[in-house]
């Protein structure tokens, strides 16, 4: 909340030597970062800046976005609606490359055939998308990864009371961060730690990815039509695999 509060600076206090930006540009869940969730009247208060200095909000959902927070959008947890708002990756469903940008219609910057281009509107990547979407609202797919997300983040933060160096476990849906740390009283990022659970991951068949500015988070982003069974075993390995590391130190 502290960078709210300097954003809030920058941009109201008459002498701050910052120009009033086109726009605020943000995560609502943070990927790379290391799956850093804001707190409770984060994005709201964000919003209503961006309000009231008649300044874009733009919300990059190109990883939080089509319900992998459980959600359709994440910014939809606090109930924000951005002016923009950025998705891509999981758009296409089975991994077809497609990408769009959501806009209010009074924004609307294009005259017709404006947009052209040679790998834009790609009929068949637009058609799996498309095709996503229905099958996401035909089998309520964005309860089934709130249901998961809750039930997994329950686990590891069950785990990590047991546990010596999960530092934080936080997410929402299924966008699920473990920060590993050398000890809970100093928290510094255990960089080779995660590592090593990754490359033992895979050994073992389960594939994580690191985030964080320390490479020390643990990032776990399945599929959102994951059964039960198969997330539970996955988290079954994933915390043996931390025990193992954490023994062998």
């Not at 009247?41 to 319900?67: C, H, P, T």
Request: charged letters at 25%.
């Amino acid at each position: 909340m502290r960078c709210l509060t300097y954003l809030e600076h920058l941009i109201e206090y008459p002498y701050s030597g910052v120009s009033k930006p086109a726009a605020i540009i943000v995560e609502p869940v943070q990927g790379e970062g290391g799956v850093v969730v804001p707190p409770p009247g984060f994005l709201k208060r964000l919003e209503r800046l961006a309000r009231e200095n008649n300044v874009l909000l733009i919300a990059d959902e190109i990883q939080s976005g089509m319900g992998r927070t459980g959600t359709w959008f994440a910014c939809e947890h606090e109930g924000v609606t951005p002016d923009i708002i950025t998705v891509a990756k999981s758009l296409g469903g089975l991994g077809l490359p497609l990408a769009a940008i959501i806009y209010r219609r009074d924004l609307e910057p294009w005259t017709p055939g404006g947009h052209i281009g040679t790998f834009r509107g790609n009929v068949v990547a637009m058609a799996a998308g498309a095709a996503a979407i229905e099958f996401a609202e035909k089998t309520n797919l964005i309860e089934h990864v709130k249901r998961l997300g809750e039930e997994a983040l329950k686990y590891l933060k069950d785990f990590a009371g047991e546990s010596k160096t999960v530092g934080d476990v936080r997410g929402k849906g299924l966008m699920i961060g473990i920060e590993l740390v050398e000890d809970k009283d100093s928290k510094k990022p255990a960089t080779e730690m995660a590592k090593k659970v990754q490359l033992r991951c895979f050994k073992k068949g389960v594939l994580v990815w690191k985030a964080g500015a320390y490479s020390n988070v643990v990032r776990l982003l399945p599929p959102l039509v994951i059964t039960k069974d198969l997330l539970d075993k996955g988290l079954s390995i994933l915390t043996e695999t931390i025990k193992e590391v954490e023994s062998s130190r």
